[in-house]
T-cell receptor
Framework: EDQVTQSPEALRLQEGESSSLNCSYTVSGLRGLFWYRQDPGKGPEFLFTLYSAGEEKEKERLKATLTKKESFLHITAPKPEDSATYLCAVFILTGGGNKLTFGTGTQLKVEL | ETGVTQSPTHLIKTRGQQVTLRCSSQSGHNTVSWYQQALGQGPQFIFQYYREEENGRGNFPPRFSGLQFPNYSSELNVNALELDDSALYLC?????????????????FGPGTRLTVL
């Protein structure tokens, strides 16, 4: 069965303390890996799409990378406003529609 | 903001009742997907609509049903509500679904509807 696992479940950082979030997946026929940010009580906000192993994307303090088994979201010098839950999701090509399968997320808290 | 809107924002129902949630897709998007997100969990795929027809369904019972209209807006209907249906319901739209597409298109989410079943 296709699975997406995110670690750690929760992460507490000091402002400026860089770290990485992990998303590992066991799927057949990966056709895209997506990172979203979600604030409490709100819908997920799109961050990145990665399609091929070795691909990297950057946006402000965030950088996403992809290998054949996992993806990392690197956060450089985080600020308190980066506090949120970060979700990764995989798109698998099946006959069941354009379906995203999500992990349970990493809850990030950045403190002053 | 994504341009995807959902209504209502919050809803409280009692067990056994029926509910309809609404979604307006981002301009230019003709595919809409619905997800259920329980507290502390990732969103779970309910179903997807493309050109007014269901185009895939997750592991949800038939009492979860939907519609997509010619203007690409959409409804999620849930009959015979159960306590476990309490969740954040998310609508996501994505661009034109090309025949034979092998890449997943980015899905843009709305703010969600918080449903509480008592």
């Amino acid at each position: 069965e296709d699975q997406v696992t995110q670690s750690p479940e929760a992460l507490r950082l000091q402002e400026g303390e860089s770290s990485s979030l992990n998303c590992s997946y066991t799927v057949s026929g990966l056709r895209g890996l997506f990172w979203y940010r979600q604030d409490p009580g709100k819908g997920p906000e799109f961050l990145f799409t990665l399609y091929s192993a070795g691909e990297e994307k950057e946006k402000e303090r965030l950088k996403a990378t992809l290998t054949k088994k996992e993806s990392f979201l690197h956060i450089t010098a985080p600020k308190p406003e980066d506090s949120a839950t970060y979700l990764c999701a995989v798109f698998i090509l099946t006959g069941g529609g354009n379906k995203l399968t999500f992990g349970t997320g990493t809850q990030l808290k950045v403190e002053l | 903001e994504t341009g995807v809107t959902q209504s209502p924002t919050h809803l409280i129902k009692t067990r056994g009742q029926q509910v309809t949630l609404r979604c307006s897709s981002q301009s230019g998007h003709n595919t809409v997907s619905w997800y259920q997100q329980a507290l502390g969990q990732g969103p779970q795929f309910i179903f997807q609509y493309y050109r007014e027809e269901e185009n895939g369904r997750g592991n949800f019972p038939p009492r979860f049903s939907g519609l997509q209209f010619p203007n690409y807006s959409s409804e999620l209907n849930v009959n015979a509500l159960e306590l476990d249906d309490s969740a954040l319901y998310l609508c996501a739209s994505s661009p034109v679904l090309l025949a034979g597409a092998t890449r997943g298109d980015t899905q843009y989410f709305g703010p969600g509807t918080r449903l509480t079943v008592l």
